[in-house]
């Protein structure tokens, strides 16, 4: 009656707009992914064909692709653990009793998350340039030799890694804080009665009623890392000799610089369904580790 | 004359500022949609470049506003590596610019889009633009089907840079001329357990081995187009050549990002010979020492049997379809064709000029390093016309790098090379024997 | 280990990190005052020689940095406004509001948040091709009009508003709109003004949206025009840095103001129900 229908005009322009401009395009894109969608078809849309699964198909026979998801995996696997354990570390010391002056280091340590990537990382690029950068100059002093870090295929996309974890861990050391200040007080006196040792306190208090905090903070990172793709747009243009192509970077590169949207979808959809099956695992493992603890 | 352009651009200016200003307070979807697009100076003529030229050619205009006060150029410069994205998506949303530089390996996918404007009738009207004064393949890189759809602006071949030096120690009096020499002095010039090499070919640049491929007598697609040609006996000879100079340790197989600085190594004698561009004259001297600029020189390629090819690489000019000041357009691509003009841009920048009488000028006439690029130009193979091409030539790339490692034989690369080349150019095949549909625009 | 070194280690570690925070922006900072090719030297600066403004100058009168800013600025209002008030309207309504289907209708939208944004980017761009949006302010806003993230901020926040208000106002005889106008929104302002911050600094932190949509120079937001830049003049590192900052200082002193709201907010959103 009249109330539904005053509830349906508070939601229509927000519904609207998510299903014109996420929704439609999503199914879309799926759609897309099975066309042979080109610069041909850009010209003349009578070019497109139906190609089924044939570009998932080429795709997983094209080396790039799977160099490609193996830089992702890479900066997913040693990004998230770097930036969830240094975003616990920091939360930890900011949640100690001893630390003086909590709120300027809460600020000094978020800052980096407000800034944009972009800047950030053409300040990077020329902290780490081979001869002039800061940390090369630094390293020399401890006698270590000018490292090539965004030139070397070895070392482009560590550096990466170490900028990704420098730009965001503010952001879940203050989730972390919140959780931390969370634990009654009383549980780490009742074991410190008991004489356990801080890593014991760490080990059988802290981490066990962070646990569900951990879960969703790990879930958020993996989903976030995945989407890599401004960080080696700005500091390597996905090289040297594509050690930075990330499967985004790929999509981009696909669909917008070489027009092949129906191959660049197909990309798009890969990812969105690794992104599901890993989260979807560290569901699944975390619930068979409650069952295994209880 | 100059009050006319500062009144003609600085008020409207203004004028967007307030619009800008009206839409923000607006805040409101059908007014942003409104303000979407900039008004349109009438004179206002908007010209993207590529790259480094852009600088250069802003030097270039106040002259040619001076010329055609009515006309103002507005330059938007587009980075090398952002450049084809930006031009797609720009046909894409229907915001191309009135002209642009257009590499011409880049031509055939902008008039397979039918983006950009035949130029036949103003070149028939021009007194300035005049065909035969072109070298004769940096001009057909610009014909597709027939039709012609840019004016060539600069050329970029490649040649070899050599030391002449090392060449005379080792006892050769003069470049060599055709692959058997060529061969004999790399191999002279080669001590790999000294760190020596006759010549550095970076093993991910397509470029080398595409210019010796262009030496092939067989074309490189077949059909129209429609098929690889590697399984050629000419490519398959290139190929051989290419490979064997890795296998003997007359190249160092390394990639360009592991080969660092080549100009300083150069210089040290690392590598006797260079394959590259006109960019490394300038490079060349000022990066290395006074006292070494006598010893390097440059030559154009050793073919199979003589003074052989290169590639027809470089810029054009060209105008889109969708121009609404077309005139404008080809009234400054005619005075960026000029010979001074093209001179001075060459003193800018070392572009090379793709016209004869722009030779003429003093700074390219009189450099003997300059004139081995003159003589190429008379020697050069335009690429195949084909929108796939580059994504072929890395293909192309890839699969000589596995060669080179040792993983292909040299029938089994071609072979390769060619399957996925016809798997590139399926789409164009089906086109082509669809041509109803590729023609319903 | 005793109270006095656990002390001077926990301080000493949080100062060693608030360094290596920080250090990049004053170091921004500091590089752009200096005199173009002065950082290129060894050792490398901390300071400028003799602070120039030429950097700045050079970035807004040659470089169209102004414009740049404009657009963002533009750009980041048009979108903090619009998608606000959507948001405020969709989330009130889901906490609030008796519909058929309305827990269902949630989840979905929830569930839609899986789904990673990039996959409808490339139909969004030939979506906006066809309406003509591409290459346009409109472009860049439009698709952020409404966002899950928002509604659900807001549909958590307004739960909290007792209904007993709300009947009230109705049995007085008030419409639904001045409900929502003069009772409903004054007590959802503290969400307000965290979406809002929220809201721009992810619209002016964009960059591969914007990227993608906008082809022209004169359309480009700061991200953009810097990326841009960098890459042209990728040598010049104080005219880069004297950009950065430009792009930077604007949200870095947007969050010091308002620094709780946006911590608040943080929380309240992470705490996925």
């Known amino acids: 009656m009249n109330r539904q229908r005053v509830a349906w005009l508070f939601l229509a322009p927000a519904l609207i707009v998510l299903g014109l401009f996420f929704l439609l395009p999503v199914i879309a894109a799926l759609a897309l992914s099975l066309t042979d969608y080109d610069i041909y078809a850009l010209a003349n849309i009578h070019n497109l064909r139906f190609v089924a699964l044939s570009n998932y198909w080429l795709l997983l026979q094209r080396p790039l692709f799977w160099s490609a998801l193996g830089h992702t995996v890479y900066f997913v696997a040693i990004g998230v653990p770097l930036s969830m354990g240094t975003s616990l570390g920091a939360a930890m010391l900011l949640n100690s009793p001893l630390a003086k002056m909590k709120p300027f280091f809460r600020t000094a340590l978020f800052a980096p998350v407000v800034t944009t990537v972009v800047a950030m990382a053409v300040i990077w690029r020329y902290l780490f340039n081979t001869k002039y950068g800061m940390a090369n100059y630094v390293l020399g002093h401890f006698g270590v030799h000018p490292v090539d870090w965004l030139g070397d295929p070895h070392w482009a996309m560590p550096t990466i890694i170490l900028f990704a974890v420098w730009k965001n861990f503010g952001y879940n050391m203050i989730i972390f804080l919140a959780g931390l200040q969370a634990i009654p007080i009383d549980l780490y006196e009742a074991a410190r009665i008991d004489g356990a040792s801080a890593w014991q306190q760490f080990r059988h208090i802290t981490l066990p009623m962070l646990g569900p905090t951990l879960l969703m903070v790990s879930i958020l990172t993996v989903s976030g890392y995945f989407q890599l793709f401004a960080e080696p747009y700005v500091m390597t243009e996905g090289g040297p000799l594509q050690s930075t192509t990330s499967v985004l970077y790929l999509m981009y590169e696909e669909g917008f610089k070489w027009w092949n949207l129906g191959s660049a979808s197909a990309v798009a959809f890969l990812l969105f369904v690794m992104m599901f099956a890993v989260t979807a695992l560290m569901l699944r493992l975390s619930k068979r580790g409650e069952g295994a603890d209880a | ?441 | ?273």
Request: some cysteine; glycine content about 8%.
């Open chain 2, 1 to 441: 004359m100059n009050r006319h352009r500062l009144s003609g651009t600085l008020p409207k200016r203004s004028v967007f500022r307030v619009l800008l200003a009206v839409c923000v307070l607006a805040g409101n979807s059908i007014v942003l949609g409104s303000c979407a697009k900039a008004p349109a100076d009438d004179h206002q003529l908007i010209l993207w470049t590529i790259g480094r030229e852009g600088e250069a050619i802003i030097k270039l205009l106040p002259d040619f506003e001076r010329l055609h006060p009515d006309i103002h150029v507005k330059v938007q410069q587009l980075p090398l590596t952002a450049a084809h994205q930006k031009l797609l998506t720009a046909f894409a949303g229907n915001s191309t610019p009135d002209l642009t530089q257009l590499g011409n390996t880049w031509l055939p996918e902008m008039v397979a889009l039918n983006a950009l404007e035949p130029l036949q009738s103003q070149v028939d009207h021009s007194g300035v633009v005049k065909r035969d004064d072109y070298f004769p393949s940096i001009w057909s890189t610009n014909i597709i089907d027939g039709t012609l759809y840019g004016v060539p602006w600069y050329v970029d071949t490649r040649i070899l840079f050599y030391r002449t030096d090392l060449l005379k120690q080792a006892g050769f009096d003069k470049p060599p001329q055709d692959w058997v020499q060529w061969r004999t002095m790399l191999g002279a010039l080669s001590n790999p357990t000294q760190h020596r090499y006759g010549i550095l070919l970076p093993t991910n640049e397509y470029e080398p081995l595409m210019a010796l491929a262009l030496q092939s007598p067989e074309p490189l697609l077949r059909d129209g187009g429609r098929y690889g040609n590697f399984e050629s006996a000419g490519f398959k000879r290139v190929l051989t050549f290419y490979v064997d100079t890795f296998k003997l340790h007359q190249a160092p197989a390394i990639t360009n990002v592991e080969a660092g600085n080549p100009w300083s190594e150069f210089g040290r004698g690392v590598y006797a010979f260079y394959l590259s561009g006109p960019w490394n004259m300038g490079e060349f001297r000022s990066r290395l020492p006074a006292a070494e600029q006598g010893d390097w020189s440059t030559m154009p390629l050793p073919g199979e049997n003589g003074p052989g090819a290169s590639v027809a690489g470089g810029s054009s000019l060209v105008i889109f379809r969708t121009s609404t000041h077309k005139q404008a357009a080809w009234t400054l691509i005619e005075y960026l064709s000029q010979p001074t003009v093209q001179q001075r841009l060459y003193d800018l920048l070392g572009d090379m000029p793709p016209r004869r009488s722009s030779w003429e000028g003093a700074s390219l006439r009189d450099d003997p390093k300059a004139q081995a690029f003159r003589e190429q130009m008379e020697r050069m193979k335009p690429t195949p016309p084909v929108p796939e091409w580059e994504r072929i030539a890395t293909e192309m790339q890839l699969v000589a790098a596995q060669a080179i490692a040792g993983e292909l034989t040299i029938d089994q690369a071609t072979a390769k090379l060619d399957q996925r080349a016809d798997t590139i150019l399926e789409k164009r095949r089906w086109m082509l024997d669809h041509p109803q549909r590729s023609d319903a625009r």
């Open chain 3, 1 to 273: 280990m005793s109270p006095r070194m656990a002390k001077a280690l926990i301080n000493g570690l949080l100062i060693g990190g608030a360094v290596i925070a920080l250090f990049p922006l004053l170091w921004m900072l500091s590089v752009s005052f200096m005199q173009p090719g002065e950082a290129s030297s060894l050792p490398p600066p901390l300071l400028p020689a003799h602070a120039t403004l030429g950097n700045y100058r050079e970035l807004f009168v040659h470089a169209g940095m102004g414009t740049y800013l404009l657009n963002s600025l533009l750009v980041s209002t048009g979108i903090t406004v619009l998608s606000l008030t959507f948001n405020l309207m969709a989330g009130y309504a889901f906490a609030k509001l008796h519909f058929a289907g309305r827990e269902r209708l949630f989840q979905g939208l929830i569930g839609a948040l899986v789904i990673p944004a990039q996959v409808a980017m490339l139909p969004l761009f030939l979506l906006l091709k066809y309406i003509g949006l591409v290459n346009s302010y409109a472009g860049v806003i439009v698709p952020g009009m409404a966002t899950v993230f928002g509604i659900f901020l807001v549909r958590q926040y307004a739960r909290g508003i007792p209904d007993e208000l709300m009947e009230a106002a109705r049995i007085d005889g008030a419409g639904e709109w001045r409900i929502f106008l003069q009772i409903v929104m004054p007590l959802l302002k503290p969400i307000m003004v965290t979406l809002a911050i929220f809201s721009f600094l992810a619209a002016w932190n964009d960059f591969m949206w914007p990227l993608i949509v906008l082809t022209g120079q004169e359309h480009y937001t700061l991200p953009i025009g810097l990326a841009s830049l960098a890459r042209e003049h990728s040598q010049d590192s104080e005219l880069m840095m004297a950009g950065s900052v430009v792009t930077v200082l604007p949200v870095l002193v947007l969050f010091l103001a308002m620094q709780r709201y946006y911590l608040e907010g943080l929380l309240l959103g992470s705490v996925k129900g």
